[in-house]
């Protein structure tokens, strides 16, 4: 187990309107902002894109297994976000449904706002945290340290 302790710093709301990506307009903010390391929660909808909903099987590194979403599908989920030698690394885990239908997973490369999300960001300040490539698993795994 690693960790570090920090303090809630900025709160921001955001609105991401019908047409625009939901993982775009995170990244783009965060950068605006210069916002290190936060978490996010959303709720709203999505009409399309693609998730990660697992691993094809249960070995290190997975081979993924992904799925694609079309239409209209209500979604909540949340992002954690910390910086990277490549800038900030966004990490986006959400649940949608759409009728009966249920998926649960990362969200990946694309997924355009249906309507409107809303996002509630948490600044973290005062963490040493970064999300470093780890060989073994082929991911960017977060890394803490209380004495980075």
């Known amino acids: 187990m690693q960790y570090s302790e920090g303090n809630i710093g900025r709160v921001f709301v955001l609105r991401i309107d019908d047409g625009e990506d939901l993982i775009k307009s995170i990244l783009e903010f ?10 996010g929660l959303f709720i709203g909808a999505l009409r399309d894109g693609k998730a990660v909903t697992g691993p094809e099987l249960p070995v290190i590194p997975p081979d993924q297994h992904f799925e694609t979403y079309e239409s ?18 966004l990490h986006i885990h959400s649940s949608m449904g759409r009728g009966r239908e249920a998926l649960v997973g990362c969200l990946r490369e694309k997924a355009s706002v249906y309507l409107v999300i809303e996002v509630a ?6 963490l040493n945290a970064v999300r470093e490539f780890d060989k073994k698993s082929g991911f960017y795994l977060l890394g803490l340290d209380e004495n980075l």
Do not use: I
Request: glycine residues 12%; neutral net charge; proline residues 9%.
């Open 30 to 39: 965060v950068q605006m902002k210069n916002l290190k390391s936060g978490l």
């Open 121 to 126: 960001l948490f600044e973290f300040v005062g």
């Open 72 to 89: 209209a599908w209500e979604v909540f989920g949340m992002v954690t976000v910390y910086p990277s030698p490549e800038g900030p690394k």
